[in-house]
């Protein structure tokens, strides 16, 4: 049954995680030191024209989180591999947390103030609603399990 609600928790996941890669996650902004503003996207930070792949380890996080969404949503007859499947997605959005705070926090240039993007949110909301599809998908084999006893 693929119209069940964890395939709506699984399909805005995947919504979100796709708007935060196009959109741009942060700025630095850098009047003291008398450089521009640096943007910074999920691959790269831009600088005027000049841009520096450093941050690409964010993409990759969030870039393997698209394919395995689609495939959890493709898994419906299998709910045991969809829900491990949802629980590696929730470590790959709490890593991507993680080096967002990194790169963004500890790693900033010198003099330089961080300010995130509301695009950032996106993947703690990709992350809540990969832990409700989770839930639902184990409420549901709990549901068939009952079933299969009663019979």
């Not at 196009?22 to 009047?31: K, Y």
């Not at 024209?49 to 698209?66: I, N, P």
């Not at 491990?84 to 470590?91: D, F, S, W």
């Amino acid at each position: 049954m693929i119209q069940r609600i964890q395939t709506v928790y699984l399909l805005l996941a995947f919504i979100a995680a796709v708007v935060c890669l196009i959109c741009p996650v942060g700025l630095f902004q850098a009047d003291e030191l008398g450089v521009g503003d640096i943007t910074m996207y999920n691959l790269f930070l831009q600088q005027g024209d000049v841009k520096s792949f450093s941050v690409w380890s964010m993409f990759a996080l969030l870039l393997f989180t698209c394919p395995l969404t689609i495939l959890a949503i493709f898994l419906y007859k299998n709910r045991k591999l969809q829900a491990r499947v949802c629980a590696y997605n929730i470590l790959l959005c709490l890593a991507w947390i993680a080096v967002f705070v990194i790169f963004g926090y500890v790693n900033k240039p010198e003099g330089a103030k961080f300010t995130p993007f509301i695009w950032a949110a996106l993947p703690a909301v990709a992350l809540i609603l990969h832990f409700l599809a989770r839930k639902a998908i184990i409420h549901d084999e709990k549901l068939v399990r009952a079933a299969d006893r009663i019979r």
